[in-house]
Antibody, heavy 119, light 106 residues
Framework: QVQLVESGGGVVQPGRSLRLSCAAS????????MHWVRQAPGQGLEWVAV????????YYADSVKGRFTISRDNSKNTLHLQINSLRTEDTAVYSC????????????WGQGTRVTVSS | SYEVTQSPSVSVSPGQTATITCSGD??????ASWYQQKPGQSPVLVIY???KRPSGIPERFSGSNSGNTATLTISGTQAMDEADYYC?????????FGGGTKLTVL
């Protein structure tokens, strides 16, 4: 089954760290650039980060640069997002998304994992 | 940083044409994509590369992109099309989303 399944979310205190994961199945994970996108409660989509198919290149939104790290393990078909120094404004549902090779758009999305930053 | 702007809401009667726009400086020089998101669900790609429809997306969805404006058009709008719609563009190697447009079918 072709799918993306996120995990690792939860309730975390400000200043702490969290590592999110996205397990891919049913397609050649190592061939695709992968992204993280977040959506705060009642708000729109916000792009977070992208990693190239082989992990050699990464790019981040200005709002998370220096605190977030995207990585991938192609041997385990898994994408990660390390989030450090969490802030209340990081509260959101975090979704991984596949960048279609032809589409240059997000042709597959996971269901998301919820991160709540609260003291 | 690059920004794209959408109107917050659009209303349309069933069977009529809905037009949702996305504006950004020289947006037409980049590819625009559109996503549909219904409450509690993940976004679904409905248009990519300005005007291409993914497999399974109804023909009533179409797109265009020129100058500073990308447009998503839904012809013969149905009640099931009521959702939030987001445009997406590229700024070099990073991505930008519009703020979203809530489409109401009434």
């Amino acid at each position: 089954q072709v799918q993306l399944v996120e995990s690792g979310g939860g309730v975390v205190q400000p200043g702490r760290s969290l590592r999110l994961s996205c397990a891919a199945s049913g397609f050649s994970f190592s061939s695709y650039p992968m992204h993280w996108v977040r959506q705060a409660p009642g708000q729109g989509l916000e792009w977070v980060a992208v990693i190239s198919y082989d992990g050699s290149s990464t790019y981040y939104a200005d709002s998370v640069k220096g605190r977030f790290t995207i990585s991938r393990d192609n041997s385990k078909n898994t994408l990660h997002l390390q989030i450090n120094s969490l802030r209340t404004e990081d509260t959101a549902v975090y979704s991984c998304a596949r960048e279609g090779l032809l589409e240059r758009a997000f042709d597959m999305w996971g269901q998301g994992t919820r991160v709540t930053v609260s003291s | 940083s690059y920004e794209v702007t959408q109107s917050p809401s659009v209303s349309v009667s069933p069977g009529q044409t809905a037009t949702i726009t996305c504006s950004g400086d020289k947006l037409g020089a980049n590819y625009a994509s559109w996503y549909q998101q219904k409450p509690g669900q993940s976004p679904v790609l409905v248009i990519y590369r300005d005007n291409k429809r993914p497999s399974g997306i109804p023909e009533r969805f179409s797109g265009s992109n020129s100058g500073n404006t990308a447009t998503l058009t839904i012809s013969g709008t149905q009640a099931m099309d009521e959702a939030d719609y987001y445009c997406q563009a590229w700024d070099s190697s990073t991505v930008v989303f519009g703020g979203g447009t809530k489409l109401t079918v009434l």
